[in-house]
């Protein structure tokens, strides 16, 4: 495809060009660009105003080059990783941020599905693929992967540019178990199939076109996890507790008298 840029000033039109690629999400943190050469025929303009361009975005933040190239810049790093290490410290917060998900998600499915083009929808139907091959092989670890990936799919689907930079940048905490371990979520008895039906449901009411059914499948979707982990949590507490309870006889004196 021929993406040709020719106005007056042309470093700041290939900039504002690729500015607007990473504002729609096209280009992701951490990507890496086409070298230099290969990149400036692909947008068929010269080298030097190419180069001028990278270095106007490279001031803003937005890219960042070194010895292995020029990638797009990972710009809500600074903010998401102080807050990681506090999310992290106070577990309890794992309800918040689920609380947070719960007034999304139900809003970006039903974006998504008035809003996804053929493409959209092509790439959601392959995330469904990607999720029933990783449950047919019970691989908990690329499934749960698989999950984060459909998310993402409907946020980019639902066409709304702070939705789906915000959500990025939780998706990024959640696949790096932040919030919770995923894998434990995955691996608790019927989980793994109820939420297999629950993204299918999700993901079909999108692709239909249902708006409010999708709403209800995500929403829904989001109040199963919020009891699944409460009930992990407190099976958790339980349990520690019997195991305080085992090793109580490290902390009395057994030959003491009343």
Do not use: C
Request: negative net charge; hydrophobic residues 45%.
């Amino acid at each position: 495809m021929n993406q040709s840029i020719k106005p007056a000033k042309l470093a700041d039109a290939i900039a504002e060009h690729l500015e607007r690629l990473i504002l729609e999400g096209v280009l992701r943190p951490g990507e890496k660009l086409l070298p230099e050469r290969e990149l400036a025929l692909k947008l068929d303009v010269s080298r030097p105003s190419l180069r001028d361009a990278i270095t106007k975005l490279e001031q803003r933040g937005l890219l960042v080059s070194g010895r292995s190239g020029t990638h797009i810049a990972q710009f809500l790093t600074p903010l998401m990783e102080p807050l990681a290490a506090l999310l992290q410290s106070h577990p309890e917060t794992t309800f918040d941020y689920l609380e947070f998900r719960g007034t999304i998600e139900g809003t970006a499915a039903a974006l998504a599905a008035r809003r996804a083009t053929d493409l959209d929808r092509a790439a959601i139907r392959s995330v469904l693929e990607r999720m029933r091959a990783a449950h047919a092989q019970e691989d908990h670890s690329e499934e749960a992967d698989a999950d984060a990936d459909l998310h993402l799919a409907v946020y980019e689907a639902a066409h709304n540019r702070v939705m789906l930079h915000t959500m990025r940048a939780f998706s990024t905490l959640l696949r790096n178990d932040v919030f919770y371990n995923r894998a434990q979520l995955y691996t608790r008895p019927g989980v793994r199939e109820a939420l297999l039906d629950q993204h299918l449901a999700i993901a079909g009411a999108v692709l239909s076109g249902e708006a409010e059914a999708a709403r209800a499948a995500a929403e829904t979707h989001v109040d199963f996890t919020v009891r699944t982990l409460r009930a992990i949590r407190q099976d958790e507490a339980r349990l520690a507790v019997s195991i305080q309870r085992i090793g109580r006889s490290d902390l009395i004196d057994g030959g003491a008298g009343a």
